[in-house]
């Protein structure tokens, strides 16, 4: 959208809204997780969105949902999205959320490091600083005696490391592609993937219809807010918006404290405002989208 038709403060409006939706998101998953397990919950999330987008966009977008010229990179984008929300919805079984979503939150530091040798990307003295800074954040929340369990520890990292390759994928890939088959090409490959493995991932308990709700609610938060995501970004800039992005480790703070009963301790909830701030720096001065969305 040229600048001059854009709105930052709509921009700004619909991005809190996505937030909102992934904080969600997480906050039902940690619920549903202590009955079903996770690859389960990571089918309904991505059968959800993907019926979700056949009816609203797939009449009129008809073929043009999944054209693309270069698929390929697309069903591997895909596939590291997938694996992003497996690692991450199988931490949030083990890990208080705010923990959880702040470690996730390395993704863009991992971004800058890997900027260098993937994308050619120069990596600035104040880039070294935050990427350090970050880590130190990391070590704050994990140390000995924080009570986390390190399996958790390991399975939020590796949703990090997960979604930083596909940070760096949607990079190579936005110049050319339309966001919406991007967006799709998510839901469908997950679905497909997940749907494939069903006979061997079903079970859970006897599904009641509020589990039924809460199960479909999955894909309805992370569908919609991917969507609010990509419309809030073409009604202002990244850099307007890159900040704010760090908004969602203080709502998951907030929800793991008020839907949980945990408040991280001190030395936990300095080592996520460290996260969010060596995110903030990176953000300041980069174009990359740092949201933890799975």
Excluded: N
């Amino acid at each position: 959208m040229p600048p001059e038709t854009q709105s930052p403060l709509r921009g700004i409006a619909l991005l809190m809204g996505a937030l909102v939706l992934f904080v969600m998101l997480d906050t039902t998953v940690k619920y549903l997780g202590s009955r079903w397990p996770v690859p389960m919950l990571v089918w309904a999330r991505y059968l959800t969105h993907f019926l979700m987008m056949l009816v609203v966009l797939g009449p009129g977008m008809r073929s043009r949902l999944v054209a693309s010229s270069r698929w390929r990179y697309q069903i591997v984008r895909a596939l590291l999205l997938l694996c992003t929300t497996f690692f991450a919805m199988s931490a949030l079984q083990h890990m208080p959320l705010a923990e959880t979503t702040a470690i996730v939150f390395l993704a863009p530091l991992l971004v800058t490091l890997l900027a260098g040798p993937m994308l050619g990307e120069k990596v600035g003295a104040r880039s070294w600083i935050a990427i350090a800074t970050g880590f130190g954040g990391v070590i704050l929340i994990a140390r000995p005696g924080s009570g986390l369990v390190p399996e958790g520890v390991v399975l939020a990292f590796s949703a990090a490391v997960c979604y930083a390759f596909y940070q760096i994928t949607t990079r190579k890939l936005s110049p050319t592609e339309h966001p919406v088959t991007m967006l799709f090409y998510t839901a469908l490959v997950g679905t497909v993937c997940m749907s494939v493995s069903l006979p061997w991932i079903w079970g859970g308990p006897s599904l009641t219809i509020v589990d039924a709700a809460l199960l479909l609610s999955l894909g309805v938060y992370g569908g919609s807010g991917h969507f609010l995501l990509i419309r809030a970004f073409r009604e202002a800039s990244a850099s307007t918006l890159a900040p704010i992005l760090y908004v969602q480790l203080a709502w998951a703070t907030l929800a793991g404290w008020l839907i949980f009963g945990h408040f991280p301790d001190r030395l936990a909830l300095t080592g996520i405002g460290v996260i969010g701030l060596a995110g903030a720096m990176i953000a300041l001065g980069s174009k990359g989208v740092a949201s933890h969305k799975v």
